[in-house]
């Protein structure tokens, strides 16, 4: 994908090392291009009256054969683990770093997935809207994945990313939950709603609750949380999220520590990249996955008085330079440097939230102008599963 920009916006964008700060545009051009409720209404509404049609949707409805868990708990397979062919029964499972097996047991993902997409469309219709009926709705489906003890999942990742014949689950299993960081934003803007029943906002609060107890002091949560690669940072961008609907303002305020302390000074090179990232099999995608991921922290996370976009080391690293390193390949992606990604290469970009949330931050049209003209919607399944935020009006004031 090739998106032109007219060189005026892109030149001061184009350096890797030290970036030459923008001029801010004028805060009626900033508006109009991150205007989220007119570019998305059609995509939302057409989402929305999807979702009125929906089922409920519960785990207990795919039983996992490897599973060691009960019908009511999450379980997935490691991404890139397949069977072994040197055995019979094809166990232990081995690594193919990159290339993820499709007869992987992807039911409960899917069933997450769905939920997401689902509620974040019935929220963001219903605050564009204010029809009752998309409150109504969503309520239905939260109460049925969240609260019903009898088809609710269980707030925990005891089974996440399991490797049959190795492992039941581990800890880098509960990036597998970063979807649900959409729920509790959807629930805040549900709950302006009068048709949204006070007793489902508490009790899906309280599973947030519950599952953000689980994280912070399981193994596998901890294990996750002190990861050195984008793992921490969606750690940690859940936790922050949960911690802020559940008003849990110590575990907000560990999360800023962990973006100043850890990712931006020990994840972040001085030109902005992220050279974990850029290691992988698949270094454009992990490296968009962690910007947004890093973007969406300081959307999360940023006060007045405390603007994370704004934090900057002595050596210029943060979210600025961040931002500048990776938009001239995401404007057009065959300048990027290195070999493309074993896997869904031509899926990427797709309309990535870094782009709408640092260009809003930093009043740079050419991100908000290259943002409004990506796709929504992208239909690769491996880009899907690496985008969290379906629905940007339910993340911007």
């Known amino acids: 994908?090739?998106?032109k920009l007219t060189l005026c916006l892109l030149l001061p964008l184009l350096s890797q090392t030290a970036p030459a700060r923008p001029e801010p545009a004028p805060a009626s051009l900033t508006k109009q291009l991150s205007n989220v409720a007119a570019i998305d209404r059609q995509y939302i509404l057409r989402l929305a009256d999807t979702a009125l049609t929906l089922a409920p949707i519960t785990f207990t409805q795919f039983s996992a054969k490897?599973?060691?868990?009960?019908?009511?708990?999450?379980?997935?397979?490691?991404?890139?683990?397949?069977?072994?062919?040197?055995?019979?029964?094809?166990?232990?499972?081995?690594?193919?770093?990159?290339?993820?097996?499709?007869?992987?047991?992807?039911?409960h993902r899917m069933a997450l997935r769905q939920l997401r997409d689902a509620v974040a469309a019935l929220a963001a219709a219903s605050k564009i809207t204010?029809?009752?009926r998309y409150a109504v709705k969503a309520a239905q489906l939260l109460q049925v994945f969240f609260i019903d003890p009898?088809?609710?999942?269980?707030?925990?990742?005891?089974?996440?990313?399991?490797i049959p014949g190795v492992s039941p689950g581990r800890g880098i299993g509960?990036?597998?939950?970063?979807?649900?960081?959409?729920?509790?934003?959807?629930?805040?803007?549900?709950?302006?709603?009068?048709?949204?029943?006070?007793?489902?906002?508490d009790g899906v609060q309280q599973w947030f609750r519950e599952y953000q107890t689980w994280m912070?002091?399981?193994k596998n949560g901890r294990d996750e949380g002190s990861e050195k690669n984008n793992h921490s940072v969606a750690y940690w961008l859940q936790i922050a999220v949960f911690a802020r609907f559940t008003d849990?303002?110590?575990s907000m305020s560990e999360a800023r520590r962990q973006f100043k302390e850890n990712f931006v000074p020990k994840q972040m090179a001085a030109d902005g990249s992220f050279p974990l990232e850029l290691k992988r099999t698949k270094p454009y995608a992990y490296s968009i996955f962690q910007l947004d991921n890093m973007s969406a922290l300081c959307q999360v996370l940023s006060t007045p008085s405390e603007n994370l976009w704004e934090f900057t080391l002595p050596d210029g690293r943060g979210m600025r330079r961040a931002a500048a390193y990776l938009f001239p390949y995401l404007a057009d992606k065959s300048t990027w440097p290195l070999k493309p990604d074993v896997q869904a290469w031509d899926g990427w970009p797709a309309?990535?939230?870094?782009?709408?949330?640092a260009g809003r931050a930093f009043e740079l049209p050419a991100y908000l102008t290259l943002w409004s003209g990506m796709r929504p919607d992208p239909q690769d399944d491996e880009v899907q599963r690496n985008i969290a935020i379906t629905q940007p009006l339910l993340w911007i004031d």
């Open 216 to 218: 912070l002091n399981s």
């Open 66 to 107: 490897f599973s060691t868990g009960g019908p009511n708990d999450f379980y997935s397979n490691g991404d890139y683990w397949w069977p072994n062919p040197a055995t019979p029964d094809g166990l232990p499972y081995v690594n193919r770093d990159g290339q993820t097996n499709p007869e992987n047991f992807n039911f």
């Open 1 to 3: 994908m090739k998106i």
């Open 174 to 201: 509960v990036i597998d939950t970063l979807h649900l960081i959409e729920i509790p934003q959807a629930v805040l803007a549900l709950q302006q709603d009068k048709a949204f029943p006070a007793a489902t906002r």
């Open 130 to 132: 204010h029809e009752a």
């Open 248 to 250: 849990d303002q110590t």
């Open 351 to 357: 309309r990535q939230p870094a782009l709408l949330f």
């Open 150 to 162: 009898a088809t609710r999942m269980n707030p925990h990742l005891q089974y996440a990313q399991a």
